[in-house]
């Protein structure tokens, strides 16, 4: 149980392009789920909280406008990189909040590794 | 606010020798804290949890790790690595506020035949 998957697991893409990446929690419901972004050799860095029927919440720093976020069922979230370049390259992993082993406890997507040419 | 640090940035063991990998937290109350490991291009995989039951948390794989609160440490121990196991493992403190995640930079292990 506590499956949580992401779609696509690699894109590339031009420059100036939007590529949307989704995630979904396939076998519990997720009222809250979570994107961060990892370069190479380094930590993850939170993005925003993706909250089933409202907006998402954003770190500082991260533009709400560049990175889209819908949460719009208690099972899927959808991360959109809009008008993206190069430097929005990196992997992009979602975590979904819940299951049966409560709030405190995330679960981590294979993460999407997106390339922009 | 809650924070961890991870002590090694790199760990290097021989198979079917002991890892430790330490982490120490930062935290205002008691503390959640996890350990997820990542292996290359992959997501995060959750090893155990602390949560302020049993100081000794036994996880998957044959992983433990102990929560020590005069030391404010959590480190992860295995006592015999296998090649598998080698990954980047991340020490992580959970905020009660919010639920979110602070990550520790991260311990890479290798695993040597």
């Known amino acids: 149980g506590a499956v949580v998957s992401q779609h696509p697991s690699w894109v590339i893409c031009k420059s100036g392009t939007s590529v949307k990446i989704e995630c979904r929690s396939l076998?519990?419901?997720?009222?809250?789920m979570f994107w961060y972004r990892q370069f190479p050799k380094q930590s993850l860095m939170l993005m925003a909280t993706s909250n089933e029927g409202s907006k998402a919440t954003y770190e500082q720093g991260v533009e709400k406008d560049k990175f889209l976020i819908n949460h719009a069922s208690l099972t899927l979230s959808t991360l959109t990189v809009t008008s993206a370049h190069p430097e929005d390259s990196s992997f992009y992993i979602c975590?979904?909040?819940?299951?049966?082993?409560?709030?405190?406890?995330?679960?981590f997507g294979p993460g999407t590794r997106l390339l922009v040419l | 606010a809650q924070s961890v640090t991870q002590l090694d940035s790199h760990v290097s063991v021989s198979e079917g020798t002991p890892v430790l990998l330490r982490c120490n937290y930062s935290?205002?109350?008691?503390?959640?804290l996890f350990w997820y490991v990542q292996h290359p291009n992959k997501g995060l995989q959750l090893l155990l949890k602390y949560t302020s039951a049993a100081t000794l948390v036994k996880g998957i794989n044959g992983f433990e790790a102990e929560f020590k609160k005069s030391e404010t440490s959590f480190h992860l121990t295995k006592p015999s690595a296998h090649m598998s196991d080698a990954a980047e493992y991340f020490c992580?403190?959970?905020?009660?506020?919010?639920?979110?995640?602070?990550f520790g930079a991260g311990t890479t292990v290798t695993v040597r035949a």
């Open positions: 935290s205002s109350y008691s503390p959640s």
């Open positions: 975590s979904a909040q819940g299951g049966h082993s409560g709030k405190e406890t995330q679960y």
């Open positions: 992580v403190v959970i905020s009660f506020n919010d639920y979110k995640l602070s």
């Open positions: 076998d519990f419901q997720a009222t809250t």
